[in-house]
């Protein structure tokens, strides 16, 4: 097998030079991982549980935090460089440091802590998911206590270019508590102009209430659209909608970032950035209202519990016998389609297939809640409906489209039947259906 030919060993194998250096190392030499020591397994077991979450969730604040306000402290220090501001930084590059920094912050803390990393999340969580409220204070607290360590840090690294730009706007009178001065660095401050508080405040709600709505259906264990893999960028992209969005007129979008970026600022740059404006209160605390009139949204209008519980992500608080209470009080219907009943047609195997198995799921489920006082009906609807879309369409033969009132009907029937003759299984289609 030696030679520098480029003859193969078999279909599909390497060159021969890769395939010579592959067969000299067939087993891999792989370092052996440590085994886990007693020692090592009782200090886990004795760490507070409690200490482990707070860790986390400061740990996620801080991961997102720091690199939003170190692309922002770019942005605003080089302002007056002579290259341009964009060589540094831009509103598009912030907008992409939050949403990795949120991503970073929920693949590598999530797990130990949930991956709350904002009040407003911590407290709809409880209110709406059962999560402890004697754990929302020590979670708040660490969300702020990541914050202000992301705000410190930063200040130590940027300190030499800070205290320059700071001292070039004392030479010239100018505050350092202003939009594009050093204190805005660390927390979100409006323009001078910007005076009405319900203009900044209607921005700041719907800003957290859009950020708050994608969170919630990405956290929605029935929505098929999102994997746990594509979990932390889908929240991070949100975050980053808004900032290109909004990030010029003035957002905060989480209490603990900007908080405790906030306490760091007035120890470096003085009280007024709490006062300034009277702005603070809207940057600090809307973000808590918004975001439950977000969840609550979700909860209230567009949330399928019953569907949880069909996938296994959830159960009825009474068990199955409250389940089937439910199901007995309001019915359940199977839809299925005409390969269910039909025996199938050419070149509609997969399909064919795919509904008699639904057909084999409602006699399942009927020969299992029927006792129980449950209806189950496998229902097949096969034809061109008489709607306003299909009113135009041209069939062969009087009445040749379904009636929507006649299967509104038909519905209603099946709903209405006695328990001494119940239909499970329901066809309904035209008379000039061909079978």
Same mark, same amino acid.
């Given at each position: 097998?030696?030679?520098?030919?480029?003859?193969? #060993?078999?279909?599909?194998?390497? $060159?021969?030079?890769?395939?010579?250096?592959?067969?000299?190392?067939?087993?891999?030499?792989?370092?052996?991982?440590?085994?886990?020591?007693?020692?090592?397994?009782?200090?886990?077991?004795?760490?507070?549980?409690?200490?482990?979450?707070?860790?986390? $969730?400061?740990?996620?604040?801080?991961?997102?935090?720091?690199?939003?306000?170190?692309?922002?402290?770019?942005?605003?220090?080089?302002?007056?460089?002579? #290259?341009?501001?964009?060589?540094?930084?831009?509103?598009?590059?912030?907008?992409?440091?939050?949403?990795?920094?949120?991503?970073?912050?929920?693949?590598?803390?999530?797990?130990?802590?949930?991956?709350?990393?904002?009040?407003?999340?911590?407290?709809?969580?409880?209110?709406?998911?059962?999560?402890?409220?004697?754990?929302?204070?020590?979670?708040?607290?660490?969300?702020?206590?990541?914050?202000?360590?992301?705000?410190?840090? #930063?200040?130590?690294?940027?300190?030499?270019?800070?205290?320059?730009?700071?001292?070039?706007?004392?030479?010239?009178?100018?505050?350092?508590?202003?939009?594009?001065?050093?204190?805005?660095?660390?927390?979100?401050?409006?323009?001078?102009?910007?005076?009405?508080?319900?203009?900044?405040?209607?921005?700041? &709600?719907?800003?957290?209430?859009?950020?708050?709505?994608?969170?919630?259906?990405?956290?929605?264990?029935?929505?098929?659209?999102?994997?746990?893999?594509?979990?932390?960028?889908?929240?991070?992209?949100?975050?980053?909608?808004?900032?290109?969005?909004?990030?010029?007129?003035?957002?905060?979008?989480?209490?603990? +970032?900007?908080?405790?970026?906030? !306490?760091?600022?007035?120890? @470096? &740059?003085?009280?007024?950035?709490?006062?300034?404006?009277?702005?603070?209160?809207?940057?600090?605390?809307?973000?808590?209202?918004?975001?439950? @009139?977000?969840?609550?949204?979700?909860?209230?209008?567009?949330?399928?519990?019953?569907?949880?519980?069909?996938?296994?992500?959830?159960?009825? $608080?009474?068990?199955? $016998?409250?389940?089937?209470?439910?199901?007995?009080?309001?019915?359940?219907?199977?839809?299925?389609?005409?390969?269910?009943?039909?025996?199938?047609?050419?070149?509609?195997?997969?399909?064919?297939?795919?509904?008699?198995?639904?057909?084999?799921?409602?006699?399942?489920?009927? +020969?299992?809640?029927?006792?129980?006082?449950?209806?189950?009906?496998?229902?097949?609807?096969?034809?061109?409906?008489? !709607?306003?879309?299909?009113?135009?369409?041209?069939?062969?033969?009087?009445?040749?489209? #379904?009636?929507?009132?006649?299967?509104?009907?038909?519905?209603?029937?099946?709903?209405?039947?006695?328990?001494?003759?119940?239909?499970?299984?329901?066809?309904?289609?035209?008379?000039?259906?061909?079978?």
């Amino acid at each position: 097998m030696s030679g520098h030919n480029l003859d193969r #060993l078999a279909t599909n194998d390497l $060159e021969v030079g890769a395939t010579e250096a592959v067969q000299r190392h067939i087993t891999r030499h792989v370092a052996h991982v440590r085994p886990i020591s007693q020692r090592k397994l009782d200090f886990e077991h004795h760490r507070p549980r409690w200490l482990r979450e707070c860790m986390a $969730e400061a740990t996620g604040v801080f991961f997102y935090v720091f690199p939003g306000i170190a692309s922002v402290a770019s942005f605003t220090i080089n302002g007056a460089s002579p #290259l341009g501001i964009t060589a540094f930084s831009s509103l598009f590059q912030i907008g992409w440091a939050f949403a990795i920094g949120i991503a970073f912050a929920i693949i590598t803390c999530a797990p130990t802590s949930g991956g709350h990393f904002n009040p407003a999340i911590t407290i709809c969580f409880a209110v709406w998911q059962g999560f402890p409220w004697r754990k929302v204070p020590y979670y708040i607290f660490s969300q702020i206590f990541g914050a202000f360590i992301a705000g410190m840090l #930063l200040m130590g690294m940027y300190w030499p270019e800070i205290d320059a730009y700071k001292r070039e706007l004392l030479a010239k009178g100018l505050p350092l508590v202003a939009n594009g001065a050093p204190a805005s660095i660390l927390c979100t401050i409006p323009n001078p102009g910007q005076t009405n508080l319900g203009y900044l405040f209607m921005i700041e &709600f719907f800003v957290d209430s859009f950020i708050g709505i994608v969170i919630w259906a990405c956290l929605d264990p029935a929505n098929p659209f999102v994997s746990p893999v594509s979990v932390p960028f889908t929240i991070g992209m949100a975050y980053a909608n808004m900032v290109w969005g909004f990030a010029n007129i003035s957002i905060s979008t989480n209490l603990a +970032r900007d908080l405790g970026t906030r !306490i760091v600022a007035a120890i @470096f &740059f003085g009280g007024e950035v709490f006062s300034y404006n009277h702005y603070s209160w809207i940057a600090i605390l809307v973000n808590i209202p918004a975001t439950l @009139f977000a969840t609550g949204y979700y909860e209230f209008l567009m949330r399928d519990s019953l569907d949880l519980i069909g996938k296994n992500h959830n159960r009825h $608080e009474d068990g199955e $016998e409250g389940l089937a209470r439910h199901l007995t009080k309001n019915g359940y219907m199977e839809n299925g389609a005409t390969n269910a009943v039909n025996g199938g047609s050419a070149l509609c195997a997969s399909f064919a297939t795919g509904k008699f198995a639904l057909r084999a799921l409602a006699q399942s489920l009927a +020969r299992e809640f029927g006792p129980k006082g449950v209806h189950v009906a496998h229902v097949v609807v096969d034809g061109v409906i008489d !709607i306003p879309r299909t009113r135009e369409w041209v069939l062969q033969g009087e009445d040749a489209k #379904l009636s929507a009132d006649a299967i509104a009907d038909a519905y209603w029937h099946l709903h209405t039947q006695p328990r001494t003759t119940w239909t499970h299984e329901l066809d309904l289609r035209p008379y000039i259906e061909k079978w």
